[in-house]
């Protein structure tokens, strides 16, 4: 095995493999793989202070490499702020901000301003995850107990975030997932009036045998309207401050800068997912392929970091043969790995393929009538 020069990770930790929500597309509750019924509820107090061993002992032998820790669940505000802290702070006594980013995607529906102080002591990034205005977020993100509303609840943990004396530093906004039987321009125009200035539209997960779980007469044609609405809208509103990450990552993709997203065919195995059990897996957004889609035989107990990438680097599936061809690859690149699966093989277009082309085309035709001809020859970028 050869291990990768760089040591760059990204541990993404399900320190709580439960959610107090039940959101109808979740790919952990909901998908091909329930494997999350035999693994504990959250990570044990020996695999938390293994988590900072393991950070530092990475640090040491890859002093140049870029460390992201990424606190995620189920719903990671469920470890509770007692315990919360003592993980912060046994982490940020080993490694500072300036060696470990250390980030956490939250339903918000827990948050408030006591952990956001929390947040701000060991400087934690955050992002809410949030669909729309209240009415939107209530259609599939409903409380698990009783089936009960959150949007508002969500609203309201969006304006705090905004408050937040730390907001320009620590918060990083909102990601949606895209509901094509809503308006995409009515999603932009509400984030960008609440006061948010960052935020994502991911496409809900699905592939060739996992259609949208949530949307039983999807159609290709609906998703690309909501996305060209939300392109369009986003334009229109004419504020370079207002960042809505798909959006620039496809523009710069056809201005030639290959994306570092995963939803845009980026390296993946740099990225591990440490279960509540300790074991290391791949993406677990591949749980939608099936049981053991993102298995490895890997466990923190005995395994580096530096194990997991070396048993991973080259061995995750590549663009298949008409990606590479098409028009769009720079920017799209082939998509979302899980967005590939037939069954059988990853060597497929995105499932999603009919949106990612023709967004690409909707934008392009757009850059196209505000940027000088030359721009698109001497950069090469894609015409199609
Ligand atoms: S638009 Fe479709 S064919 Fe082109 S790169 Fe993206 S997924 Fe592949």
């Not at 393991?54 to 505000?77: D, V, W």
């Not at 309201?156 to 094509?180: N, T």
């Not at 370079?240 to 290959?258: H, S």
Request: glycine residues 6%; aromatic residues 10%.
């Amino acid at each position: 095995m050869t291990t990768p020069s760089t040591g760059d990770i990204l541990l993404i930790t399900k320190i709580v493999e439960r959610c107090n929500l039940d959101c109808t597309y979740c790919y952990m509750y909901h998908a091909a793989d329930q494997s999350w019924r035999e693994r504990p509820a959250r990570l044990s107090n020996e695999n938390l202070d293994r988590l900072t061993t393991r950070f530092t002992e990475h640090a040491q032998q890859y002093p140049k490499a870029g460390l992201t820790l990424e606190l995620h669940g189920g719903e990671p505000l469920l470890l509770g702020k007692r315990r919360m802290q003592a993980l912060l702070k046994r982490i940020r006594d080993a490694l500072s901000p300036e060696r470990l980013f250390i980030c956490l995607q939250t339903n918000a529906v827990l948050l408030d301003e006591e952990w956001l102080d929390i947040f701000a002591q060991y400087e934690v990034h955050i992002s809410l995850s949030c669909d729309g205005p209240p009415d939107v977020t209530n259609r599939y993100r409903r409380l698990r107990r009783d089936g009960g509303a959150t949007g508002q609840s969500v609203e309201d943990a969006i304006r705090l975030c905004l408050r937040w004396p730390e907001a320009d530093k620590l918060f990083h906004g909102v990601l949606a997932v895209a509901d094509p039987q809503t308006d995409g321009a009515a999603i932009v125009r509400y984030f960008y009036a609440l006061g948010v200035r960052s935020f994502d539209l991911l496409l809900p997960d699905a592939n060739y045998i996992s259609p949208p779980m949530h949307l039983p007469a999807y159609r290709h044609a609906d998703l690309l309207r909501y996305m060209t609405r939300a392109f369009d809208e986003w334009i229109s509103i004419q504020d370079t401050e207002f960042k809505i990450r798909t959006f620039r990552e496809l523009i710069l993709g056809m201005f030639g800068r290959k994306s570092a997203l995963d939803a845009f065919g980026a390296d993946l195995s740099t990225i591990s997912v440490l279960e509540s059990d300790g074991s290391y897996q791949l993406l677990d957004v591949l749980r939608i392929c099936g049981e053991d889609a993102t298995r490895t035989p890997l466990h923190i107990e005995q395994h580096s970091f530096a194990d997991f990438l070396a048993a991973t680097a080259g061995t995750l599936p590549k663009p298949c043969a008409r990606c590479l061809t098409c028009a769009a690859f720079n920017a799209c690149g082939g998509g979302y790995l899980p967005h590939r699966f037939d069954g059988v093989s990853y060597d497929n277009p995105s499932y999603f393929c009919d949106v990612l082309f023709g967004l690409h085309r909707h934008i392009l035709t757009h850059l196209a009538k505000v940027t000088p001809p030359e721009l698109w020859q001497t950069r090469g970028a894609a015409t199609g």
